[in-house]
């Protein structure tokens, strides 16, 4: 079936460290990935997207890396801070025309100062 | 910016109750999606729709029905609340119509905890 996976539950990085949080998917036919962020008690929060004709996007602090051989998803934050602390998850559109998506489990990123 | 509200941050029900949960839209999006969101489980799809009156099931439909009267409002009803309904639940709208792929914005989730 369709799954999308985070490969660490929990990282834990330096203030001021670059982090990478990785992401497998398994439907070759997704072409739009979304990173998201949810800080604790609250909904998730956009952060980046990427379309399949794309290998790398960035944004402010962010950059998402896709690797469609591999099917392979990474979200790259630049000097880590504090306020980053929070669950991401990735997310796919996988094979269907219908909007859904398919959402990964969520890797926990602890900043320790 | 998108905003997608939703009526409670917390409630508290009793096992039998009927429950409500709202969510409100003010982009004029036609598409909006219900998830619950468990420890473990990550987020799972309960009903969307993609316009006032319709209405599709997601992957958990079971114990939930829905309502779409208004394009900006989509509500969720747990007909008769039981303690495995004790989740947070998230309400989502994507800005592109029906099935165009897009990313989906959140409300601030409300957590339900039945008794």
């Known amino acids: 079936g369709e799954s999308v996976g985070l490969h660490l539950p929990t990282l834990s990085v330096q203030e001021g460290d670059n982090s990478i949080i990785n992401c497998a998917y398994s439907n070759s036919a997704s072409d739009y990935f979304i990173w998201y962020k949810q800080e604790s008690g609250k909904g998730p929060q956009f952060i980046i997207d990427?379309?399949?004709?794309?290998d790398k996007r960035q944004g402010q602090r962010v950059t998402v890396l896709l690797n469609k051989t591999v099917k392979h998803l990474s979200l790259q934050i630049a000097a880590t801070q504090p306020g980053d602390s929070a669950v991401y998850f990735c997310?796919?559109?996988?094979?269907?025309?219908?909007?859904?998506?398919?959402f990964g489990q969520g890797t926990t990123l602890q900043v320790k100062p | 910016d998108v905003k997608v509200t939703q009526s409670s941050r917390y409630l508290v029900k009793r096992t039998g109750e009927k429950v409500f949960l709202e969510c409100v839209q003010d982009m004029d999006h036609e598409n909006m999606f219900w998830y619950r969101q468990d420890p473990g489980l990550g987020l799972r799809l309960i009903y969307f729709?993609?316009?006032?009156?319709?209405?599709e099931k997601g992957d958990i439909p079971e114990g939930y029905s829905v309502s779409r009267e208004k394009k900006e409002r989509f509500s969720l009803i747990l007909e008769s609340a039981s303690t495995n309904q004790t989740s947070m639940y998230l309400c989502?709208?994507?800005?592109?119509?029906?099935?165009?792929?897009?990313?989906?914005?959140f409300g601030p989730g409300t957590r339900l905890t039945v008794l």
């Open positions: 990427i379309r399949s004709n794309m």
């Open positions: 989502a709208s994507p800005p592109s119509s029906r099935g165009a792929p897009d990313t989906q914005y």
């Open positions: 729709s993609y316009d006032v009156k319709m209405k």
């Open positions: 997310a796919e559109n996988g094979s269907s025309n219908t909007g859904k998506l398919i």
